[in-house]
């Protein structure tokens, strides 16, 4: 395990799939990433790549031929290397090799910055197609917190409050057997209460989300998101059908990539949302978290 930290923060980082584990608060004393407790989700801050959900049947084709991989692809599984590493920052890389030839046909290298900046964590992605063709994949993050944060505080007592991009329409997509279709536009500020039946069809997803906070009604705690220029956003806790509950986490995850949609064709270089990066070049982006 990685650790990095300044005045503020101190945060554990595992080299399995480049994880942020821990983010403990030096000044107040709490964490705020989820535990990993597999009972609810054995998993705390994934990386997903190179897709972002389900596909259809999970499986694509991509120039004639068929490939199978599972929800939120295997980056999240393999181990990375450091490349660097300093008190408040550290960086990871994973390169390809050949060793995912059979599920995905590409050579490329997912580098991954972790940088601390008073009590905030920036995360910044580097894509780097190391193929002799044009590579298609998409990205994205999947940090779970904790809530609620504070003693004497429910669940019930959070919000997820959504700023979204003023220059874009935003839509907001629900899942339908783990494939997304448009349920409509939403216009200005979103305030979500955080309860059981707002995760009783999986997760919510929006496009077009600049910031995305979780509030308390009860303290100044929470954690703010801030995801310009990302064209999707998820929202997720684990629901419980028969016990009418959701786990003590809420992620908030930025995507450039979605899952399949209903009415997919399968072809990989058509999927919704994906990303196309040409031989030799690199894609960048990132988002940043405050722990307040």
Known sequence: MLVIENDWLKVNIATEGAEVRQVHHKKN???YMWSGNSAYWGRVSPVLFPIVGRLK??????DEKTYHMSQHGFLRDVNF??????KEKASFVFE???SFQDVYPYEFQVVIHYTLEQDSLQVQWEVINESRKTMYFSIGGHPAFRIPLAEGETIEDYTVELVPASDKKVIEY???NSLVKEKGTVQGRQVISLKPSVFANDACIY???DHASIKSSKSNHGVEVELTGFPFVGLWSKYNKEQNTIAPFVCIEPWYGIADAVETTGDFKEKKGINQLEANQTFKAGYKMAFK
């Open 207 to 209: 496009s077009h989300i």
């Open 57 to 62: 049947r999970d499986r694509f084709t991509l």
């Open 174 to 176: 629900e899942l339908e």
């Open 96 to 98: 390809s090799e050949g």
């Open 29 to 31: 004393g709490m964490d």
């Open 81 to 86: 290397k450091v490349k660097a590493q300093s």
